[in-house]
């Protein structure tokens, strides 16, 4: 928010410069981003008249100008082109040797073969905003000869205020006022706010619909406004300082009270309202064409201000086109509600809109302003435009109005919580300048009641922090913390989260951080069974439902990757994925990996290839390795809507499924316009559950190596033989068994495969005997031939 310097004064003024109210309000916790100047230096720039004007002999476009400088000042002769020109008008006029924004030199010369002793000025090109075509015109009572600096109070400064969205309180110059009046002890000077008289008994009736997004609704009829009334030049600087632009004085007018008080108001044309006010809801579809000429496709969800036959408003957000003020308004309708928070926030974002009212009203607005910001905008509408004001139409719902409850402080945990003391009768002061009420019962304990517009205080901790910023953080002790460590000890078989993505570091892969929350439609090509969770309030429609897969999020990295000519990727993340909804919505952590692109960096001692399927499959078993489980964890093929059904096998752990892996589905890869990747995802709980590494004693005794080769049915899995295997050598000398070859063609039935395993056999007491080691191969091979009909290949 951007706050004039001399308008703040005018509400508190204290003894400090503009550097030093910016310093104490960002040590209150109210930051001020920047402090400007609202223009640069204009020198020998001053207020002048235009006596006469002629033609340009040689020159349709321009005049030739007689300006009044100053009293008792020689005429000056200047050429000017700009359409509004005309004898009588008082105008900025660059005298010779001025020098204007952006280093412009004015020189006595000749145009088009006339002298010219200076230049009439535009808003543009004093720095003044952007302004109309032509000259900038000031009020006729302009004493002509005065320096325009003095004259448009332009040594004044911009504070820019960022404020925290639970400092809505702060989003007028009243309520900066009031936090400045607290934090320097300087006396507030709030404008008196007069109740205006009514002249007129025309008025409009209200209901509300819908009380507990509206439970305050006023509104006023003035009549008879006079629709040519230009706006003054005060306020029209007031709004530019405050980066508004002037687009007319009623219009002017609803936004200085807004600046002013922090109340948003609006203005309807009264002749253009089709009988009284509705505060509802909107139905589904509804049409509302806004002031920005955006229409509005409403949803229930939206709160509409309303005729008797169709929508006038989006309450707290934006007027309607069809009943906004104009050129000919005569008679005007002035709104002044309260719209609950969460009746608004979120609204104008879901519609791409964020204006000065929906960022008021979605953080808090006092809800006892509305009649004394309808009060003051309805004088200066009489002030400035004339006409006879109604009387005041409020409607009300108490039941549905905010109201603060008192709050328990005591004294002992202020100075627990801050670490210091700060006496009773100064923490009594301080809670007094920030408004809020106070009774004590003698003993270091108060009830204190915030003021209606503080929306934020609602435990003792909030008192206290109200406590320490206007006492000053910079008072408050600086003490380092004192942690104990404590350490719990981690479980001997716990495998945890950085070691697995050390070993997948190792094997070349970069960690990814990616959104919880993604895309419905890349979701929905992923997982199509499973409904993810809706955002009620999303960034973007790009970020609308959480995330019931590592996938989408990896896919979108490797697909930023790829479009910046990155040939290989390896990426992995580790985080949650969210499943189902309200009371049964799953949270499970989940490690998830993607690559794509060359199986091994460009070089000149291997041959180029693009990962494959067994490359990931090679990753996932290094993950398995770490657990110390391997031999509990199978693959076991499988169809999954993302992968492809030719190379996807699910992962299982002691025959529970924990997670997939496999080449992305060629549809899949179409439909994003990646080339072919492969991706896996295990549940991390599978990975992180380990087993306790064993001693085992090294065999002093030479090894045996035995291989054999045998016929299998072509749909049995390897993994199937290797468990039977396994199973037939438990007990025995078996060190290692190992899967070497895998054959189909010449020599083998069709329909068949030849698997070769490789066995390694060893006992650590003595050497084994031949006899021993045929015996174990001879059970093997009848246990593969009873179980899987394999046979011995000859």
Known sequence: MRVSEQWLREWCDPALDAAGIGERLTMAGIEVGA??????VLEHVVVARIFDTRPHPDAERLRLCTVEAGPGDAPLNIVCGAPNARPGIIVPLAKVGARLPGGVRIKSSKIRGEASEGMLCSARELGLGDGEAGLLELPTDAPVGTALRDYLQLDDRIIEVELTPNRGDCLSVAGLARELAA???TPLTPRPLPEVPVRSQRQVGVRLEAPSACPRYACRVVEQIDPTAPTPLWLQERLRRAGLRSLGPVVDITNYVLLELGQPLHAFDLDRVDGDIVVRQARAGEPLRLLNGQDL??????LLIADQSRALAAAGIMGGADSAVGDSTRNVLLESAFFTPPAIAG?????????DASQRFERGVDPTLQRRALERATQLLIDLCGGQA???VEACASEHLPRNLPIRLRLARIGRVLGVDI????????LQRLHIQLSADGSGVWQALPPSWRFDL?????LIEEVARIHGYERLPTAHPLPKANFPAAADDHVSRERLALTLVGRGYQEAITYSFVDRRLQALIEPQLEPLALANPLSAELSVMRTSLWPGLLQAYAHNSNRQVPRVRLFETGLRFIGKGDELQQDPVLAGLIAGPATPEQWSTAARDVDFFDIKGDVEALLAVTGCADQFSFEAAEHPALH???????QRNGQSVGWLGRLHPGLESELKIDSALVFEIALAALTNGRVASHCEVSRFPTVRRDIAVVIPQHIAASAILATARQACEGSALQELLLFDVYQGQGVPQGHKSIALGLTLSATERTLTDAEVDQLMARLLRALADTHQAQLRG
């Open 390 to 392: 109604g009387p005041v």
């Open 423 to 430: 006496a009773n009768a100064e923490v009594e002061a301080i």
């Open 35 to 40: 402090i400007e100047s609202v223009a640069e």
């Open 297 to 302: 496709a409403a949803t229930p969800e939206l």
């Open 347 to 355: 609204r104008a974002r879901a519609a791409n809109l964020q204006t």
């Open 183 to 185: 934090i320097t002890q």
């Open 645 to 651: 059904p030719g190379q996807c096998a699910r992962l």
């Open 458 to 462: 609602a435990c003792e901790e909030d």
